[in-house]
């Protein structure tokens, strides 16, 4: 079965500072998906970036950018130019990849609450 | 377009009493998903189901039932509420045709047991 870790349950910086949000999967499938939301006040789940597990080069989106280290099975987002807007709970998913009508369910961690201080 | 859309966005219930939330997305998705979020945990996976008239289990079903009858709508019923049921319940819908599959969430419903 596959399990998703996130490490760091609270983490806070200062506005403008670059912060990384570390995440650690287990899983011994070769083809998969991974993901990052956030989740702010409001409680809507926002997809941030995903990447594919094929693909070597890290995802980036904007501010946000990944480091993907499929061997260590490791998936950390880092956002930088960090704004207030960014102040959320964070979670990392694993997804398996798309194989005939499976189940497509994300298994995902714990959250990390992120507080970006003015 | 609305998205996914989820009714009510709270409710406050009595030990064994019932209750049914509804999902409506207008996306046209084929799969749809019912998660529950409990403090200090990632989303669990309830049921979800992957067209018009299928369902099936995911991680924690026990306590819950859910139909779908219209592939635009999935239902999720507590037919004895429980205070172990107290949770924010997140519905999701995703499309078969993205290889992907990124699931679109509602704004949640949060539910207390009392």
């Known amino acids: 079965a596959q399990t998703v870790t996130q490490s760091q349950p609270e983490m806070s910086v200062q506005e403008a500072e670059t912060v990384t949000l570390s995440c650690t999967y287990d899983t011994s499938e070769n083809n998969y998906y991974l993901f990052w939301y956030k989740q702010p006040p409001s409680r809507q789940m926002i997809l941030v970036i995903r990447q594919e597990a094929y693909k070597q080069q890290n995802a980036t989106e904007n501010r946000f950018s990944v480091n993907f280290q499929k061997a260590a099975k490791s998936f950390s987002l880092k956002i930088s130019d960090s704004q207030l807007g960014d102040t959320a709970m964070y979670f990392c998913?694993?997804?398996?990849?798309?194989?005939?009508?499976?189940?497509?369910?994300?298994?995902w961690g714990a959250g990390t609450k992120l507080i970006i201080k003015p | 377009n609305a998205g996914v859309t989820q009714t009510p966005k709270f409710r406050v219930l009595k030990t064994g009493q019932s209750m049914t939330l509804l999902c409506a997305q207008d996306?046209?998705?084929?799969?749809m998903y019912w998660y529950r979020q409990d403090p200090g945990m990632g989303l669990r996976l309830i049921h979800y189901s992957v067209g018009e008239g299928t369902t099936a289990k995911g991680e924690v079903p026990d306590g819950y039932n859910v139909s779908r009858l219209k592939k635009q709508n999935f239902l999720l019923g507590l037919e004895s509420a429980a205070p172990s049921q107290t949770s924010v319940y997140f519905c999701?819908?995703?499309?078969?045709?993205?290889?992907?599959?990124?699931?679109?969430f509602g704004p949640g419903t949060r539910l207390t047991v009392l």
């Open positions: 996306m046209n998705h084929e799969y």
């Open positions: 998913a694993f997804m398996k990849h798309k194989d005939g009508d499976s189940n497509y369910q994300l298994i």
């Open positions: 999701a819908s995703s499309s078969w045709w993205q290889s992907y599959n990124e699931q679109f």
